[in-house]
């Protein structure tokens, strides 16, 4: 009897401790509204978060419904895994902004772009902010069109989260990373708001590659688009179509440049980077040299060519007689 005792007081003292001590069960628990400004930012929200919204409108003295701008609508539950989820929306917004109407001439006010906050900031140093400011600003996308092209039309005040440098699962990574670029060379209404040009169609000007759907889904655009870079992660020189890399060798060998850009997280933290260690991704066509394969396939090449040889021979023979 007193054994069970004890044995009971010992199972709940370990509960007791994993509950309060394993960090990891309690974060499994984290909702949005554990984020220090969820409360403050649902103010905002409460309009700003649906396709419709709801006001006392003082003059009629009654309550009216409307429509929201669509381009003004925020995904909340984007925004609290976004890099600045732990943000109050009005760190980057005028707090005039709290009184509805907003006053028309809010939407006059400078927003703070990424060097402001980032700039020289030792605890961003592994993103090396200073190269890719220098690299965006060298791109077709900033000789062209210069500060009216931001930073933040590529990462989404309210979405942008980092995503190559997590590691988690690559074929989301090609996703997320390819629909920032199509989210305007896919979107005529996005792509319009700095040219009158017509937006090529990427799939026609993209029809020289084979089996464009499947390279579509494993690699980036900004792999063939951008020059390569030693000292970040994401290389931002987006060059000018002539330069886009077209060669198939270029990725389908064995000193592949997608070892310098789409796997460089892999060769960072690994040291070196081979094709046939990935399970997931073990035959890049050309990326693995196997030289007994290549030994046996020369034989075959061989046996063949004799083969074809003999034959001639043997016909020739076979016809002069
Ligand atoms: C009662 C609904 C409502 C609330 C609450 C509200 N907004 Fe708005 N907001 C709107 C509407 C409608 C527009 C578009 C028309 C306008 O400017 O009045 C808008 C426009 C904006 C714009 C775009 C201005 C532009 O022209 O570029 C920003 C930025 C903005 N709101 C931020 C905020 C912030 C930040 C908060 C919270 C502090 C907030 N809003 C609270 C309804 C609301
Ligand atoms: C990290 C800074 C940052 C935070 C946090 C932020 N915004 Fe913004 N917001 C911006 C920037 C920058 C723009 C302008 C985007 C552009 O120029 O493409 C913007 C644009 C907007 C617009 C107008 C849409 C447009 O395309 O012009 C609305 C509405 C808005 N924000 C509301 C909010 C609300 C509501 C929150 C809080 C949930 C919030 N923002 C949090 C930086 C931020
Ligand atoms: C208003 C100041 C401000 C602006 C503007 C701003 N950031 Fe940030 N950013 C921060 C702060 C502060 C954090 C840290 C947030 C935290 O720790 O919760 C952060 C976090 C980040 C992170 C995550 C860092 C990490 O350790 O995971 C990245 C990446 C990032 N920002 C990129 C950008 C980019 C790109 C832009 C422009 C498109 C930008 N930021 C604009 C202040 C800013
Ligand atoms: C043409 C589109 C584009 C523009 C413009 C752009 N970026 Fe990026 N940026 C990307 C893409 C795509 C990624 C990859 C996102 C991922 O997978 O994490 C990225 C990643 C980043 C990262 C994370 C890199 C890492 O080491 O994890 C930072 C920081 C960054 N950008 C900063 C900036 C700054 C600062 C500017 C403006 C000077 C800028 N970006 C302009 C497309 C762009
Ligand atoms: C905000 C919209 C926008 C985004 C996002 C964007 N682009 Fe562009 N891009 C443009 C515009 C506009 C042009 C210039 C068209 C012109 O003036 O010739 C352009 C030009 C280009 C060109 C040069 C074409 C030529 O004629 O030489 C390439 C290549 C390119 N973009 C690739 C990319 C890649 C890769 C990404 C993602 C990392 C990206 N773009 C993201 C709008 C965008
Ligand atoms: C395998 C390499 C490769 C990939 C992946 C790739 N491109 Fe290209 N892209 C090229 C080449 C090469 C050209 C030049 C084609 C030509 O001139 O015939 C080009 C042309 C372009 C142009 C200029 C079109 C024109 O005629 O004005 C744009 C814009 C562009 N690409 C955007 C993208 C976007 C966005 C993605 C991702 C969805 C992407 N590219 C993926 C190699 C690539
Ligand atoms: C930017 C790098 C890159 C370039 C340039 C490139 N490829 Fe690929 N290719 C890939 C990747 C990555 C895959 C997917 C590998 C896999 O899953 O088998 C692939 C797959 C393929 C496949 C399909 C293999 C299968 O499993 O079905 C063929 C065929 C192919 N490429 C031919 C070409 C040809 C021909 C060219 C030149 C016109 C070319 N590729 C240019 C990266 C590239």
Same mark, same amino acid.
């Given at each position: 009897?007193?054994?069970?005792?004890?044995?009971? !007081?010992?199972?709940?003292?370990?509960l007791?401790?994993? +509950?309060?001590f394993?960090?990891?069960?309690?974060?499994?628990?984290?909702?949005?509204?554990?984020?220090?400004?969820?409360?403050?930012?649902?103010?905002?929200?409460?309009?700003?978060?649906?396709?419709?919204?709801?006001?006392?409108?003082?003059?009629?003295?009654?309550?009216?419904?409307?429509?929201?701008?669509?381009?003004?609508? !925020?995904?909340?539950?984007?925004f609290?895994?976004?890099?600045?989820?732990?943000?109050?929306?009005?760190?980057?917004?005028?707090?005039?902004?709290?009184?509805?109407?907003?006053?028309?001439?809010?939407?006059?006010?400078?927003?703070?772009?990424?060097?402001?906050?980032?700039?020289?900031?030792? $605890?961003?140093?592994?993103?090396?902010?200073?190269?890719?400011?220098?690299?965006?600003?060298?791109?077709?996308?900033?000789?062209?069109?210069?500060?009216?092209?931001?930073?933040w039309?590529?990462?989404?005040?309210?979405?942008?989260?980092?995503?190559?440098?997590?590691?988690?699962?690559?074929?989301?990574?090609?996703?997320?990373?390819?629909?920032?670029? +199509?989210?305007?060379?896919?979107? !005529?209404?996005?792509?319009?708001?700095?040219? $009158?040009? @017509?937006?090529?169609?990427?799939?026609?000007?993209?029809?020289?590659?084979?089996?464009?759907?499947?390279?579509?889904?494993?690699?980036?655009?900004?792999?063939?688009?951008?020059?390569?870079?030693?000292?970040?992660?994401?290389?931002?020189?987006?060059?000018?179509? @002539?330069?886009?890399?077209?060669?198939?060798?270029?990725?389908?060998?064995?000193?592949?440049? +997608?070892?310098?850009?789409?796997?460089?997280?892999?060769? @960072?933290?690994?040291?070196?980077?081979?094709?046939?260690?990935?399970?997931?991704?073990?035959?890049l066509?050309?990326?693995?040299? !196997?030289?007994?394969?290549?030994?046996?396939?020369?034989?075959?090449?061989?046996? $063949? +060519?004799?083969g074809?040889g003999?034959?001639?021979?043997?016909?020739?023979?076979?016809?002069?007689?």
């Amino acid at each position: 009897m007193k054994k069970k005792k004890t044995y009971i !007081i010992f199972i709940r003292s370990l509960l007791f401790f994993l +509950l309060f001590f394993c960090p990891k069960l309690n974060a499994q628990e984290q909702t949005t509204n554990t984020f220090e400004y969820a409360e403050e930012n649902q103010q905002c929200l409460k309009c700003h978060g649906h396709k419709y919204y709801n006001y006392f409108n003082t003059w009629i003295e009654k309550m009216v419904r409307e429509r929201m701008n669509p381009y003004f609508v !925020i995904d909340s539950a984007e925004f609290y895994q976004s890099n600045h989820r732990n943000f109050s929306c009005v760190d980057c917004h005028s707090s005039d902004y709290r009184k509805f109407p907003h006053s028309g001439e809010l939407r006059m006010e400078p927003r703070a772009g990424c060097m402001d906050c980032h700039g020289g900031d030792e $605890t961003y140093a592994k993103f090396n902010f200073e190269q890719i400011d220098e690299e965006f600003r060298n791109s077709v996308h900033f000789s062209k069109y210069s500060d009216e092209f931001t930073c933040w039309m590529c990462h989404n005040p309210h979405s942008y989260k980092t995503s190559a440098r997590n590691n988690e699962n690559l074929q989301k990574t090609i996703e997320y990373d390819n629909n920032i670029c +199509l989210s305007c060379h896919a979107d !005529i209404s996005e792509y319009q708001l700095l040219t $009158t040009l @017509e937006n090529p169609n990427i799939l026609e000007t993209h029809d020289w590659l084979p089996n464009q759907v499947l390279h579509f889904k494993n690699v980036r655009c900004i792999e063939c688009h951008t020059q390569i870079s030693n000292n970040v992660l994401v290389a931002h020189n987006v060059q000018p179509k @002539e330069k886009a890399v077209k060669l198939c060798t270029e990725c389908h060998s064995q000193n592949s440049i +997608l070892k310098e850009t789409l796997y460089k997280y892999q060769k @960072e933290i690994s040291g070196k980077f081979e094709f046939s260690q990935r399970e997931d991704f073990p035959h890049l066509i050309g990326g693995n040299r !196997i030289y007994l394969l290549n030994l046996v396939s020369i034989i075959i090449f061989l046996i $063949t +060519l004799g083969g074809v040889g003999i034959h001639i021979i043997l016909r020739l023979i076979n016809k002069s007689t």
